[in-house]
């Protein structure tokens, strides 16, 4: 279960060694927008290195490359797959078919440096008009794609829209990455909220992105990990619940009926197919998440 | 690799080391760090495993470390040595 994913400069010693104190159930090395244009080559020497020297990290691993269309791009690729971080994850991917040479480019480095095939995965970030008009196909095209994130920021630049805490200008974009990410059974992981100092606003908008069907989000800031993990982590109230749906069904079937009522609502299969992944949820957070 | 010209690589910052690498002969190593006394021999042997990974015969090394890992000391003194050799 990925809650969160916290951002860390490929360029930051520091942060890049001390990625897993913050508690995020994943960590994004950054060598794109986070590391100057003349600095590229150092950085990925670094996250490299770093990747390299840290193979017992107690957190999953995404390294976000260059895009496609860059030099940087295919160096990247060459530095990292050795390593073989969980995810890659390329930027700005406007169509099945760039997914398609990533992949390719992917597993090419894979044979040469003898990592699995199909070992690492992709969770492309949908930034551009292009990108999210076409997440159903870049969701669906390849088994390598494990999941999409939205990137707000570049989106709202590309759409000429006014970028806001509340959001209003995204609305659309989130439920049709979480559509096209849900169509193809596949994760779908939420953009970043940017005001590091607003804590409210950063909660909000994490319980939000969990409302409209996101399976995380992705974070900017360590001090941001902890109030998204509470928003995608069950609460106590959701899995009593989800027991006792569970607990009813199972009697209704005893009786057979396909659905029963409980504290005055209707139970029938979607309400059991939801208690179910949530308890599953809490399960694999180490909650109490087992099945009555 | 060959050094053609002088070359830097990382910052002053905090866990970081700044590395720069110039032309030479044979090699040399000076190291300032925070915490040279205990560590002094530790990072010379990183820089110096780097250098011939690299296959560096010729270079002058100088650098100012701010508490870096062997991993970041590596990555800045393989950039450096690649920025020096025109590699980068």
């Known amino acids: 279960m990925r809650r969160s994913l916290l951002f860390i400069p490929g360029n930051n010693p520091g942060m890049l060694v001390s990625a897993d104190i913050h508690g995020a159930d994943a960590v994004i090395f950054d060598l794109e927008d986070a590391v100057a244009p003349n600095e590229k080559d150092a950085a990925r020497l670094l996250v490299r290195n770093a990747l390299r020297a840290m193979r017992d990290l107690r957190v999953e691993v995404v390294v976000r490359v260059n895009p496609l269309a860059t030099d940087d791009f295919r160096q990247d690729i060459a530095a990292i797959v050795p390593l073989q971080p969980s995810l890659i994850m390329p930027t700005k991917v406007a169509d099945a078919d760039e997914v398609a040479v990533i992949s390719r480019t992917v597993a090419d480095a894979e044979r040469v440096e003898g990592v699995p095939a199909g070992a690492i995965g992709l969770l492309p970030l949908l930034e551009t008009a292009l990108g999210i008009e076409n997440a159903f196909s870049i969701a669906g095209c390849d088994p390598r794609v494990k999941g999409i994130l939205l990137g707000a920021e570049d989106l709202s630049s590309d759409l000429q829209a006014v970028r806001s805490k509340q959001g209003q200008e995204i609305l659309y974009a989130r439920g049709r990455v979480v559509m096209a990410a849900r169509a193809a059974g596949i994760e779908v992981y939420d953009t970043p909220f940017t005001d590091v100092d607003d804590m409210e606003g950063v909660s909000a908008d994490a319980k939000l992105a969990r409302a409209l069907g996101f399976s995380g989000k992705a974070v900017i800031s360590p001090r941001h990990v902890a109030a998204v993990n509470a928003a995608f982590t069950p609460t106590e109230d959701e899995i009593v619940y989800a027991r006792e749906v569970l607990l009813a069904i199972r009697e209704a079937e005893r009786q057979g009926k396909g659905a029963v009522s409980l504290r005055g609502k209707m139970v029938d299969k979607p309400i059991v197919d939801r208690a179910r992944r949530l308890l599953d949820g809490a399960r694999s957070l180490g909650l109490e998440g087992t099945e009555p | ?88």
């Open chain 2, 1 to 88: 690799m060959l050094i053609h010209k002088t070359a830097s690589a990382g910052t002053l910052e905090s866990n970081d080391v700044l590395v720069t690498v110039a032309p030479g002969s044979g090699i040399q190593v000076h190291v300032e760090s925070v915490v040279l006394a205990q560590f002094g021999g530790q990072i010379r042997e990183t820089v110096l495993d780097t250098l011939s990974r690299l296959q560096v015969t010729d270079a002058v090394v100088r650098l100012n470390d701010m508490g870096a890992l062997d991993c970041t000391i590596a990555a800045r003194v393989e950039a450096a040595v690649r920025r020096a050799g025109g590699d980068a």
